[in-house]
């Protein structure tokens, strides 16, 4: 036998890519949101040790504020409750646990409201700041509300991560909000950190002025060593893209802004997460299909080297969203995509050993938006919207699938994924907003292995 092939042997037996059933255990759907007020845009987070909290929407229009439900380990949900202040639209939230339980959660706010020049017209604009709040998962108070960017120009969305070592990241895109042929257009990605016992930071610009001609949708990778990247789509023009990012390893600062190996045309579709080794894997879309990647996080940057792949070449379905990726405490990962004509596949991926061929989930061509999540070993779990329902398929730690499950009634919007999570255990909670009975309402299932 020739090595090339005892070593893609010996990786298919490594990456465990059987589809034998493994015993599904989703409690049926109920619902998180309390009252009458629409509930919409949930995420939700798991620690390793079994703590959860869950953020969403609640209300409309001024209305719309930020909610926190907490599930201690061992103990049931908490009522929601409000963390951001009135008066004022709060959307967006992104929540994050620390190992000893410390619950940070980001969101951005209007603070006020202005005109913009946009292709020579005037344009109403709400300027929107990023905030964070948090609080022990056993404590009964919440930290002050923190404003994190200045509100001389807008926010985008925020994205938050916690490390092993209780550091709290968060970044977003800060700017005008206008076309970058615009007079006067601002656009840059900035960060703000807090280690934890400390304070937030001031925010701190990530992407230079090099060759972009607009930097967009920022994204946050954390490692539980300490390992931390901030990474965005650089614009080049003529309809090219490619990934950029600042990056550091444990006790260093962000380095300067260095070039990923992925690139887009027109758009970066990709996703990134850090290992217990201090090493990110990643996973992009192209027109030559999919490919994954691994290599080193430092203040130089991130260092990614293309994975071998097992299999044939897959394509990631157009408008599916973009293929991701979770990695768990023992190195392993897993990725999952919507490939052409609908077919919803996952990929395990191995240490340097490369990625497994891809296992089929399910087949239908109004599937959008797989999200992932892993815990120990092999464990994992992928969730994703076919026909207004959330449907989920487990990993066991044997490497094998279960079948398909449907967690939702119709009703959830096909513009937001699913929120997902799972605990070093298997634990998973997935949480989406559904419309029933004339309102939105936001809905949960929990998986237990």
């Not at 600062?253 to 850090?274: K, Y």
Request: charge should be positive; glycine fraction near 14%.
């Amino acid at each position: 036998m020739r090595a090339a092939s005892r070593a893609a042997l010996a990786a298919a037996a490594l990456l465990g890519a059987a589809t034998v059933p493994a015993a599904a255990a989703w409690d049926e759907a109920r619902r998180a949101s309390v009252g009458p007020l629409d509930a919409t845009s949930p995420d939700v987070a798991l620690n390793a040790r079994g703590d959860a909290a869950a953020a969403w929407v609640r209300g409309t229009g001024r209305g719309r504020q930020i909610v926190v439900s907490l599930h201690p380990l061992g103990d049931g949900w908490s009522r929601p409750v409000g963390i951001s202040r009135r008066g004022r639209p709060a959307i967006d939230p992104d929540v994050a646990l620390a190992p000893d339980g410390r619950v940070v959660v980001a969101w951005r706010q209007v603070a006020r409201n202005r005109v913009v020049r946009v292709g020579g017209r005037r344009r109403a604009q709400a300027v929107y700041v990023a905030r964070a709040r948090e609080r022990p998962m056993v404590a009964e108070r919440w930290s002050p509300i923190a404003t994190l960017s200045s509100p001389r120009q807008k926010v985008g969305r925020v994205f938050l991560g916690v490390d092993g070592r209780g550091l709290a990241l968060v970044a977003w895109h800060w700017g005008t909000g206008t076309r970058p042929s615009d007079p006067g257009y601002i656009g840059e990605v900035q960060l703000s950190e807090r280690p934890a016992g400390g304070a937030w930071s001031a925010p701190r610009r990530a992407s230079s002025d090099r060759d972009c001609v607009q930097v967009r949708r920022p994204r946050v990778a954390v490692g539980p060593a300490g390992h931390a990247a901030v990474w965005w789509q650089c614009d080049l023009g003529a309809g090219r893209s490619v990934g950029a990012a600042v990056a550091r390893g444990p006790d260093e600062a962000f380095g300067a802004e260095s070039r990923l190996a992925i690139t887009g045309d027109p758009d970066v579709s990709a996703d990134m997460a850090i290992g217990p080794d201090g090493r990110a894997v990643a996973v992009s879309a192209a027109d030559a299909g999919l490919s994954w990647w691994r290599g080193p996080v430092t203040a130089s940057g991130v260092d990614l080297a293309q994975l071998p792949a097992l299999g044939t070449p897959e394509r990631a379905e157009p408008g599916a969203g973009s293929p991701r990726l979770a990695v768990g405490s023992s190195g392993d990962a897993l990725s999952a995509w919507i490939g052409e004509g609908g077919v919803t596949r996952a990929a395990p991926i191995a240490g340097d050993l490369g990625v497994g061929a891809p296992i089929t989930l399910g087949q239908d061509r109004s599937a959008s938006r797989a999200r992932v999540a892993v815990g120990r070993d092999r464990l994992g779990v992928v969730a994703w919207l076919s026909d207004g329902r959330v449907l989920a398929v487990t990993r066991g730690a044997d490497g094998n699938t279960s079948p398909r499950a449907t967690l939702s009634r119709p009703g959830v919007p096909s513009r937001r994924p699913p929120a997902l999570a799972m605990d070093e255990g298997g634990t998973a909670v997935a949480m989406w907003s559904r419309r029933g009975g004339g309102r939105r309402m936001v809905e949960r299932a929990v998986y237990t292995p």
